[in-house]
């Protein structure tokens, strides 16, 4: 094994930036833009939102979201009002630090490049990894699919079996990556599902590694 793939947002870095961004700040900014109560502007937002859908890439670009609510200001201008929300998991800096002696690190995320560049940049991350993926920015996926995953592969010039991925996502970060014989893992935090490639956090997935090395 030469490669080890990481989900960023629930694997590596918690959720709470990206969801203060899209609940919280894109509503507050149409709030002040169009003159109305910020409960007003969530319940437009929202439904806005729902009518695209996590199926369009439009869904994932927070340049396409501004726009279309006329909104002043820019994406960059709206991430650093909320940076001190990006946070990494506890065990994250250790493991990464240990993992990245013996192994290439490379992140596959379907978040955007925005969101990709700005949580890795914040949290001091960029120096483990050697290659950074969006599913959505790079390659206009709008999920992991086997597509995106064997575009990775290409790109590496390496196996399937030369790769290891985890993410906290049971289709996308594990049935589809496993399916191709990518040595593939579950991260699940809140301990809901039990089995020999399903890790409470990232200590534990190191620990796997050591063992079947």
């Not at 509503?27 to 009518?51: M, T, V, W």
């Not at 609510?69 to 990494?88: A, P, V, Y």
């Amino acid at each position: 094994m030469k490669i080890i793939s990481f989900d960023l947002d629930g694997t590596l870095i918690t959720d709470e930036f990206s969801q203060i961004v899209w609940h919280q700040g894109i509503p507050e900014l149409y709030a002040e833009r169009h003159g109305c109560e910020l409960d007003e502007a969530k319940c437009f937002i929202f439904q806005e939102y729902n009518k695209v859908g996590d199926k369009a890439i439009e869904w994932y670009d927070i340049k396409y979201w501004l726009h279309l609510f006329n909104l002043d200001g820019n994406w960059e201008k709206l991430f650093r009002k909320f940076k001190s929300h990006i946070k990494t998991y506890s065990e994250v800096p250790e493991v990464l630090s240990t993992l990245s002696k013996s192994y290439q690190l490379i992140i596959t995320s379907n978040a955007a490049r925005e969101f990709l560049d700005t949580e890795i940049k914040e949290a001091h991350l960029s120096s483990y990894f050697n290659y950074i993926f969006s599913a959505t920015s790079d390659f206009k996926e709008v999920k992991k699919t086997e597509k995106f995953y064997l575009k990775i592969c290409n790109l590496l010039h390496i196996k399937h079996s030369q790769m290891i991925h985890i993410g906290d996502h049971f289709e996308f970060d594990y049935l589809i990556p496993h399916q191709l014989g990518i040595k593939s893992f579950y991260l699940d935090r809140k301990g809901e599902r039990k089995g020999n490639a399903i890790v409470k956090d990232l200590r534990e997935f190191r620990e796997n590694l050591i063992s079947t090395s």
